[in-house]
């Protein structure tokens, strides 16, 4: 049997679910993904740092609980990221442990509050049941503390014993524990990247209505409030003043002006945490770069180069712009008004 396929099928491939995503990612890619997902939680922490490869002392991502800076016992937690084909044994991590304790132990940091596996394939069932016994989990550290730690932590030997073993005895190995690799996608939905990293298709859109366009001029719209009626008094057909004073020959241009300023400005706010920072801006600059002939070209009128700039706008090709899928010609036209208000667009003839 013949299944109809999509284009989008052939140029791109079967979709990849992002729990099978995530298994592909490079080591350092995952702390990137991880580091994100933290910058989702700003609210507890005071700072995140990602500090994964040589010399990180068995730290990879920090979440500062303190202000670490000039504050020597700061609380932290620590998201030790752990990037297998399958899932962490105890043998791949005893090393981490021990980490953890020895440059606690010479205070090259303070013990953090809490220390957490996060990996792709998650722990695996032994080192989850040692995770959750503390004294069990000490003392398989203590046994594997030769074979898999002493010759591991630094470029030297560093041996269990004398005032090491009697700080490792009294240290709390409850701190220990693991995310799974589920709650931190179910939470990642939430960052700005998801989509770019998963793909997958923005949120619905709400239709805009007079309802949602206020009567009454806003405080965020008077500057290119004020452009337009400059440039309708241009045509010297007319000298308003305030927009009460805006008759019919060119009410209808400036509703439409208005609608499409709050279209845009929808179109700015819905989307703005489901899409990488300056998505929005970019596609702004795209216009723009669109309408600059226009906006070069002297005409008859400011107000024609309104006009003309505003047919320019719909008419520019937006290629690449994830926003070009969701967006409306009422949104260009409110883009120029945008870049009115912003002072990166003059009507005057120049």
């Known amino acids: 049997m013949i299944k109809y396929t999509s284009s989008s099928r052939i140029i791109y491939g079967q979709h990849i ?3 099978k995503r995530i298994e592909s990612f490079y080591p350092d890619e995952w702390e990137e993904f991880i580091e994100e997902w933290l910058d989702l939680k700003k609210s507890i922490y005071h700072s995140i740092e990602k500090l994964g490869g040589a010399g990180d002392m068995g730290r990879d991502v920090v979440a500062y609980i303190d202000n670490p800076v000039g504050n020597l016992n700061y609380r932290w937690d620590c998201y030790q990221c752990k990037h297998y084909k399958s899932p ?13 304790i020895y440059y606690s132990f010479i205070k090259e940091y303070p013990v953090p509050q809490k220390y957490y596996f996060v990996a792709p ?26 074979k898999h730690c002493a010759n591991q ?39 700005s990247n998801h ?11 709400p239709k805009v209505t007079e309802k949602d366009i206020p009567v009454n001029v806003q405080s965020n719209e008077l500057v290119y409030v004020d452009n337009l009626l400059k440039a309708y008094n241009s045509t010297g057909k007319c000298k308003f003043i305030k927009t009460s004073d805006i008759d019919k020959n060119y009410l209808i241009h400036f509703n439409k002006a208005r ?22 801006e970019d596609f702004q600059k795209e216009i723009f770069s669109g309408i600059a002939n226009t906006l070069l070209t002297n005409h008859n009128d400011s107000y024609e180069k309104v006009k003309m700039s505003e047919d320019k706008a719909q008419q520019t090709q937006i290629t690449s712009n994830p926003l070009k899928d969701v967006s409306k010609p009422q949104d260009r036209i409110g883009i120029c008004h945008q870049l009115s208000n912003m002072g990166k667009i003059n009507w005057e003839n120049e």
Do not use: M
């Open 153 to 191: 932590i630094t470029n030297k030997t560093i041996l269990l014993e004398k005032k090491l073993l009697q700080y490792f005895e009294k240290f709390d190995f409850s701190i220990f524990s693991k995310v799974q690799r589920k709650e931190v996608l179910k939470e990642h939905i939430n960052h």
């Open 121 to 146: 394939q998650d722990c695996g069932t032994k080192l989850s049941k040692l995770l959750i016994n503390p004294e069990k989990l000490k003392s398989e550290i203590k046994e594997n503390w030769e």
């Open 17 to 19: 679910i992002p729990i």
């Open 259 to 280: 609608e499409g300023f709050h279209f845009a400005e929808q179109l700015r706010v819905l989307y703005r945490d489901s899409l990488p920072i300056n998505t929005y």
């Open 195 to 205: 989509l770019a990293r998963f793909g997958g298709s923005l949120p619905d859109r």
């Open 88 to 100: 962490i044994t105890p043998s791949n991590v005893y090393c981490e442990f021990a980490k953890i």
